[in-house]
């Protein structure tokens, strides 16, 4: 069963450039959560989507946006990159159905550097 | 707003030692709390979990209890291998009433020496 697949693995923009990420969960998972990961501020979640809905949004500007397609695949997208936007962008998906808390399975990431 | 508070690291222990890593919460109603493991160059895997008070979670030799009384999850495993050397992360369910915000400790350094 593949995993949760995220594209590219590394990526290197220059400021004030825009980037997109893309996700693609684990088959049959409709629930996809971003995170970004960095050496000072450690894990922050960014956003949810279940069935190409928002559900969540973490505190980030609105140069950070996402997006989910009928097939459960999503993509973020940052504009107008800053130098503390290099960062491990992971993914995560979830069954998430109903009541029942399965956990995430979290992809390899992407990590981009901002120069 | 909710919390998880991880003991700092980094964690140098020998082959076959025990380990225990603290881990405790602040939250309002009752999250699920989970334990991550990052390797080198990966992401997150999800090692156990545990979503109601008095829950054991176990994976690999892992366990953790969910105990609502002390509000802590501490993760522990009576003989390490070098192999588990990776961070280790305690989170819990955010708020907003959806499972996919989860809130993440800073993480936990393991070196395990042959």
């Known amino acids: 069963k593949a995993g949760v697949t995220q594209t590219p693995r590394y990526l290197i923009k220059t400021r004030g450039q825009q980037v997109t990420l893309s996700c693609s969960p684990i088959s049959g998972h409709r629930s996809v959560s971003w995170y970004q990961q960095t050496p000072g501020q450690g894990l922050q979640f960014l956003f949810e989507y279940f069935s190409e809905t928002q559900r969540n949004k973490g505190n980030f500007p609105g140069r950070f946006s996402g997006r989910q397609f009928s097939n459960s695949r999503s993509e973020m997208n940052v504009s107008t990159l800053e130098l503390g936007d290099s960062a491990l962008y992971l993914c995560?998906?979830?069954?998430?159905?109903?009541?029942?808390?399965?956990?995430?399975?979290f992809g390899s990431g992407t990590r981009l550097t901002v120069v | 707003g909710d919390s998880v508070t991880q003991m700092e690291g980094p964690v140098t222990l020998s082959e076959e030692a025990f380990l225990t890593i603290n881990c405790t919460y602040t939250?309002?109603?009752?999250?699920?709390l989970f334990w991550y493991v990052q390797y080198p160059g990966e992401g997150l895997q999800l090692l156990l979990k545990?979503?109601?008070?008095?829950d054991k979670g176990s994976n690999k030799g892992f366990e953790a209890t969910y105990r609502k009384e002390t509000t802590s999850f501490h993760l522990e495993k009576g003989s390490v291998q070098v192999s588990d050397s990776a961070v280790y992360f305690c989170a819990l369910t955010g708020g907003g009433g959806s499972q996919g915000n989860l809130i993440f400790g800073k993480g936990t350094k393991l070196s395990v020496k042959p």
């Open positions: 995560a998906s979830s069954l998430a159905t109903g009541n029942t808390n399965y956990g995430y399975t």
């Open positions: 939250a309002t109603g009752y999250p699920s």
């Open positions: 545990a979503t109601k008070a008095d």
